[in-house]
């Protein structure tokens, strides 16, 4: 198969969809048991991947082009996080999958598909309307306009420094996860886990569940290992994560100072639904919901 983006986590009326980019053929990947759990409304994991064992059985007796021609990509799974070869298949092969499932969803789910392809392409051509997107989905989930903004700024300051990354020879996946404990652990004293786990957070994003000031001092902890990479222009995993280390402790040096001012710790235990700055529209928000 081409290169692959990495797993890509989307919504079908709210039930999550992993999903890979194929850049070269620039075309989506689709986790079949995934769609298959929607389609047959299964009410868990398992059961979705026991119909499409079943419905794999079947086709294959039949001799379906679609078994055939099914790909596997290594996803993480829903049950435990690791990653495991994944049945996957395009928009086209999802299509004709769609023919053999007899659901009610069948019309709204081709109606998603075109929807993703197209927003896809869209993005491709005007990289404002992901961020507008991404703005929307912040603003449902009730987080402040404030918030947002230093969000996205992250956001710019990371992909600057995946690029560096990238640059140096550093694959994505693993050795981004080594590098970017490093980092975290340089400047708050935990990794990445580890400050999961001090916000109670499971497979949530640990950046959407920080305050203002620790989205800034990680972000400073990022740029500052991407300025310093620049410079010294590293090779290999072992000199990225030196570079990675010093750039930690400038923001972890920052954090310090600011706590002697203010006399307490900025790294707090609250997640996103606890802070400030989101509480007040997350109450609102689930109060709209309940009422509908």
């Known amino acids: 198969m081409s290169r692959m983006n990495e797993e890509k986590l989307q919504l079908f009326e709210d039930q999550t969809i992993r999903t890979a980019w194929d850049e070269e053929n620039e075309e989506w990947y689709f986790s079949i048991v995934d769609v298959v759990g929607v389609l047959t409304e299964a009410n868990t994991f398992d059961q979705a991947r026991k119909y499409w064992n079943k419905l794999k059985q079947r086709l294959n007796s039949e001799g379906s082009e679609l078994v055939t021609n099914c790909h596997q990509l290594k996803m993480k799974s829903p049950k435990d996080g690791k990653k495991y070869k994944t049945d996957v298949a395009n928009t086209e092969q999802l299509l004709r999958l769609i023919q053999s499932i007899p659901s009610k969803k069948a019309e709204p789910f081709k109606l998603w598909l075109a929807q ?40 710019s300051a990371r992909k600057e420094l995946t690029d560096e ?3 140096r020879g550093i694959t994505a996946g693993r050795e981004f996860a080594i590098l970017t404990d490093e980092i975290t652990h340089a400047w708050s004293g935990m990794t990445t886990r580890e400050y999961k786990n001090h916000k109670g957070l499971k497979k949530e994003s640990l950046r959407d569940n920080m305050s203002t000031t620790e989205l800034i001092l990680n972000m400073l902890a990022e740029t500052a290992t991407k300025e310093i990479s620049q410079v010294t222009k590293p090779e290999g995993l072992e000199q990225n994560q030196r570079v990675a280390n010093r750039g930690g402790k400038i923001a972890g040096n920052a954090r310090r100072e600011l706590e002697e001012e203010l006399g307490h710790s900025v790294i707090t235990s609250k997640n996103a639904a606890q802070l400030n700055h989101v509480v007040e529209a997350m109450i609102e928000t689930s109060a709209s919901i309940s009422e509908e």
């Not at 392809?117 to 992901?130: I, V």
């Not at 961020?131 to 989930?141: F, G, Q």
């Open 116 to 155: 993703v392809g197209r927003e896809r392409m869209e993005e491709t051509m005007d990289p404002e309307l992901m961020v507008d997107r991404l703005v929307t989905s912040y603003e449902r989930k009730g987080y402040t306009k404030e918030w947002i903004n230093q969000r996205l700024q992250a956001i």
């Open 165 to 167: 990354w990238k640059s």
